[in-house]
Nanobody, 125 residues
């Protein structure tokens, strides 16, 4: 059974950095786009960053452009999210997701069909 497991969340001060990792097991996602979503209390789950299977295309929400970087290692079946210059408004549960087969540019929630359990990121002094 395919699984996505996130790690790397935690508490960090404003201006700090965190690196989230997502490890896939049970099947390879090397031909699927991958994405990171986040959901803050009382808000909709939103796409933060996404990357194509080859790494040749990526997407970033305007709120994180220039601060977050998504990357992947298909040999290790992992995807990462480097988060720098963190702000209190980045506080949320972050979810790793695998895009549906054949969806080259997955920018909406319905474009993804495998989800991790999430990891909490809290930015606070």
């Amino acid at each position: 059974q395919a699984q996505l497991v996130e790690s790397g969340g935690g508490l960090v001060q404003p201006g700090g950095s965190l690196r989230l990792s997502c490890a896939a097991s049970g099947r390879t996602f090397s031909r699927n786009a991958m994405g990171w979503f986040r959901q803050a209390p009382g808000k909709e789950r939103e796409l933060v960053a996404a990357i194509s299977w080859s790494g040749g295309w990526n997407y970033y929400a305007d709120s994180v452009k220039g601060r977050f970087t998504i990357s992947r290692d298909n040999a290790k079946n992992t995807v990462s999210l480097q988060m720098n210059s963190l702000k209190p408004e980045d506080t949320a549960i972050y979810y790793c997701a695998a895009g549906k087969g054949g969806v080259v540019v997955p920018t909406t929630r319905r474009d993804y069909d495998y989800w991790g359990q999430g990891t909490q990121v809290t930015v606070s002094s």
